[in-house]
């Protein structure tokens, strides 16, 4: 996954320069119309390369994404917390103190069991997920106006995958690896569709 993702972040531009190039190649008498951005039809301009933001992201995941992510509390057993990420087929979960879900205090991951719990050989089931999180001053988070691609690159600098979405100070959120992922090849096909229109004469 780490090597598909830094794939996109190098050569996402590589594939936009091809087609431009193509562009070029084809129809030099097109080339100011081609390089600036200031003269080109309101549809590029609106739907620009790279333009999708973490608020997208959230969207196109549902409803149910915005606002209601998996969470645990500080004082339940790590047990439980895998146990629920098991359950819910996710790596991580929003950690809350008892009664203040929108309060954000850390965030435990598969991560976490394996090299807090697992390896030193500690019990899940006396251990409290406050004890092994990752603590909300520590934390990496994102904004709904983050651009995917500066998330993408949060992650991939940090290791992590799986990063809150913060607006207020207040969680409204959490995307995945996966999510930026999906959204930088939907955002990478789209734009290759928008130039091949322009070829075509769509525009």
Avoid at 3 to 8: L, M, T, Y
Avoid at 84 to 104: C, D, F, R, W, Y
Wanted: glycine content about 6%.
């Amino acid at each position: 996954m780490q090597r598909a993702v830094q794939a996109f972040s190098v050569h996402g531009n590589t594939v936009k320069n091809a087609v431009l190039h193509r562009i070029r190649v084809v129809n030099p008498v097109m080339r100011p119309v081609m390089f600036s951005r200031s003269v080109s039809s309101a549809g590029m301009e609106e739907h620009g390369f790279e333009s999708t933001t973490i608020s997208d992201v959230l969207k196109a995941k549902g409803k149910a994404a915005d606002g209601s992510w998996l969470w645990c509390t500080i004082d339940d057993t790590v047990y439980d917390a895998v146990k629920s990420m098991t359950q819910h087929n996710v790596g991580a979960l929003v950690v809350v103190k008892p009664g203040e879900q929108k309060s954000i205090a850390g965030i435990i991951t598969e991560r976490d069991y394996l090299r807090k719990i697992i390896v030193h050989g500690r019990s899940s089931k006396s251990t409290k997920v406050g004890d092994i999180m990752t603590e909300e001053n520590k934390l990496i988070t994102v904004t709904p106006e983050t651009k995917v691609l500066q998330a993408m690159q949060l992650m991939t600098d940090n290791r992590i995958r799986h990063i809150p979405v913060i607006n207020d100070k207040e969680m409204i959120g959490m995307v995945s690896i996966g999510d930026v992922v999906r959204a930088v090849v939907s955002e990478h096909r789209a734009e290759l569709d928008r130039l091949n229109a322009f070829i075509q004469g769509g525009y």
